[in-house]
T-cell receptor, first 113, second 120 residues
């Protein structure tokens, strides 16, 4: 079956660095996405990994290891506005269904002053 | 970036009535749209895949006669919750695929703003 695991909650301090982990077991793999979601709002795209390694985009970086079924999202220089849920999602199918994503349960990050 | 518009943002209805939610891609053509539902403090659960001009593909456990999906054009998909009951109260979100020009496999999903449905 399809399984994506990430911690339920995390707390960090403003200005610090936090790493949110995600492990997955899916039937096939065609990319991993990270989304940010504030309460009552739609998710917004943060990053995409399909090859092993680190993708950096400003204060956000995402890492992927396909052999380990593992990814993490790294947030640097945390700001209060970074308090949100972070969703790990895997695209498990090939070109016949390219947009279908399977989401983890999300990690609620609370940034404290 | 691409914009997906979803209406209404919230709706309150009586038990037994039907509610229609619209999802539009405003500046791109979306051959495929997806409908998710999300309960409080839980993640998005895919309900169905909506393909323009054809029948929707429903995930296991989702009643197709209760959640009617119509994808009549390349920019519009609708979800109708028929005979709504309190247990259907949830946050419904649509998304649309936007294929990147240079990386055919890097197909982003753009989400609508979501619809909070409350059934009394």
């Amino acid at each position: 079956g399809q399984n994506i695991d990430q911690p339920t909650e995390m707390t960090a301090t403003e200005g610090a660095i936090v790493q949110i982990n995600c492990t997955y077991q899916t039937s096939g793999f065609n990319g991993l996405f990270w989304y940010q979601q504030h309460a009552g709002e739609a998710p917004t795209f943060l990053s995409y990994n399909v090859l092993d390694g680190l993708e950096e985009k400003g204060r956000f970086s995402s890492f992927l290891s396909r052999s380990k079924g593992y990814s993490y999202l790294l947030l640097k220089e945390l700001q209060m506005k970074d308090s949100a849920s972070y969703l790990c999602a895997v695209r498990a199918h090939g070109s016949s269904n390219t947009g279908k994503l399977i989401f983890g349960q999300g990690t609620t990050l609370q940034v404290k002053p | 970036g691409a914009v997906v518009s979803q209406h209404p943002s919230w709706v309150i209805c009586k038990s037994g009535t039907s509610v229609k939610i619209e999802c539009r891609s405003l500046d791109f053509q979306a051959t495929t749209m997806f409908w998710y539902r999300q309960f409080p403090k839980q993640s998005l659960m895919l309900m169905a895949t909506s393909n323009e001009g054809s029948k929707a593909t429903y995930e296991q456990g989702v009643e197709k006669d209760k959640f009617l999906i119509n994808h009549a054009s390349l920019t519009l998909s609708t979800l109708t919750v028929t005979s709504a009951h309190p247990e259907d109260s949830s946050f419904y979100i649509c998304s649309a695929s936007h294929r990147q020009e240079k990386a055919s496999t890097n197909e982003k999903l753009f989400f609508g703003s979501g619809t909070q449905l409350s059934v009394l």
